[in-house]
């Protein structure tokens, strides 16, 4: 079966189409399963001995969590994850995709884009901010067939492992809460650190928004990230302007 992607969970696990997660289709007793791309399309899914227990297409939207009702979690790997897992066959292989509510998802990202040792109310607004960004920009891989990826191309995410209980509190006490401008969700775009100064979208972008415009930012100075260099030959500047 060629390349396979390990999960684990004490309870075994319990598998749901994706537009009905109320009745169970399937139920694995097994701690222990791997996932894999079988013949003409088909995903398999094997027991530690390679014995297939059955197998599915893609298209079937089968989504799979722990068999324990009150707590859904997965292990994918060696990294922990809320909620369900998806499958969807990436050229020759599989990937595993985390399908997770979204409070539970910015569990995972907070304190991946803001230490959680930082005070309460930066890290609620940070909770802010990445709840508008993650709303704004939902389908951002919906050609690939996910809505977010887990790199800063859209937001860090490290699933339950990156939690800690002081974003956890700061998202919760922000639950629902989000950046609007005249009745819409924003971009809410954010950086570590300004240097100083922003700038307006169009100058960073190219497309004016009138919530992103240049202002002045005291806050930044003199903090990390605040000043830095970059050393380029003229060769590689012109091989970047061409």
């Not at 701690?31 to 399309?41: C, L």
């Not at 304190?111 to 930066?122: D, I, L, Y």
């Not at 005291?218 to 302007?241: H, Q, V």
């Amino acid at each position: 079966f060629g390349d396979t992607i390990k999960l684990y969970s004490e309870c075994g696990f319990s598998i749901y189409n994706m537009d009905d997660m109320f009745n169970e289709l399937y139920y694995i007793e097994t701690q222990n399963i791997r996932i894999g791309v079988g013949g003409e399309g088909e995903i398999v899914v094997l027991d530690d001995l390679n014995n297939n227990l059955f197998s599915f297409y893609e298209k079937e939207n089968l989504i799979f969590t722990s068999g324990d009702i009150y707590d859904k979690k997965i292990k994918v790997e060696d990294k922990n994850y809320r909620d369900y897992v998806y499958f969807k066959e990436q050229g020759n292989g599989i990937i595993a995709i985390n399908y997770v509510k979204l409070d539970n998802y910015l569990y995972g990202v907070v304190p991946r884009e803001m230490p959680p040792s930082f005070e309460m109310e930066a890290l609620k607004a940070q909770s802010i901010a990445s709840r508008t960004y993650a709303l704004y920009n939902l389908n951002k891989h919906r050609s690939e067939g996910y809505q977010l990826c887990s790199t800063t191309h859209c937001q860090a995410y490290g699933g339950m492992d990156a939690e800690h209980e002081r974003t956890n509190k700061a998202i919760d006490e922000t639950r629902g809460m989000v950046i609007t401008y005249k009745g819409n969700i924003i971009d809410a775009v954010y950086h570590s650190n300004s240097g100083g100064h922003t700038v307006d979208a169009e100058e960073a972008w190219g497309g004016s928004l009138p919530y992103l415009v240049g202002v002045n930012d005291e806050f930044a100075k003199g903090f990390p990230n605040s000043n830095w260099s970059i050393s380029i030959t003229p060769e590689d500047l012109n091989n970047k302007l061409i």
